[in-house]
């Protein structure tokens, strides 16, 4: 099971709204509407980038995996099934100590931040859990899902409305040395190293 951080922090603005210059700012940014409809095409898009980032299959099954449960959990117990309501879904690569030029084969990301955002009823971060695997009944394991193939998860309450999920996934053991070693590496196609931990501004 992979180290998990709860968190009530509030400190975020409306995704739509604009960064400030200088921000962290997602190298990817979408928003959609609450409707299932468009949650194999969210997937694709998350493993696509994943790829491109460098990362395994195995790993990019995950990742899209953990998206497409966070987003089910959203529309399901959030918005309760409403399908007009808005989900925003930015993607923070970290970048590859060495790598450089713009986004290409020679740049990729030692991890990938997540960040899905909403406008749904918010939840105390604590009682966000898995339920007991014992329990043999449909349903019910997506938390458990996202906590098992991601590298660090949080949940926190945004400030209106709405709860902030936080997800990281490591491209490889060595990348616990990114932050230390590719401070100052920003470059076109990922984000700064030392950017990686912050909460959506």
Request: one cysteine or more; glycine letters at 8%; charged letters at 20%.
């Amino acid at each position: 099971m992979k180290p998990v951080h709860q968190s009530s922090s509030t400190s975020s603005t409306t995704p739509a709204a604009s960064a400030p210059e200088g921000a962290d700012r997602p190298e990817v940014r979408i928003q959609i509407t609450s409707n299932p409809l468009y949650l194999s095409g969210t997937r694709e898009l998350v493993a696509g980038v994943s790829r491109r980032l460098g990362f395994t299959e195995e790993s990019c099954s995950q990742i899209a995996l953990a998206v497409d449960e966070a987003l089910a959990n959203v529309i399901r117990h959030g918005y309760l099934k409403a399908p007009d309501k808005p989900i925003w879904i930015s993607l923070y690569p970290t970048k590859e100590p060495g790598s450089s030029g713009p986004f290409g084969d020679s740049c990729q990301a030692c991890s990938l931040r997540i960040v899905i955002e909403d406008e749904a009823r918010q939840v105390d971060p604590s009682v966000i859990k898995s339920r007991d695997l014992d329990e043999i009944r449909p349903g019910g394991l997506g938390v458990h899902i996202i906590k098992s193939v991601m590298d660090h998860v949080e949940y926190v309450k945004r400030p209106a409305a709405g709860m902030r999920l936080t997800m990281i996934k490591h491209r490889s053991s060595s990348s616990a040395d990114c932050a230390a070693s590719g401070s100052g590496n920003g470059g076109a196609c990922c984000a700064p190293a030392n950017a990686k931990d912050r909460p959506h501004a």
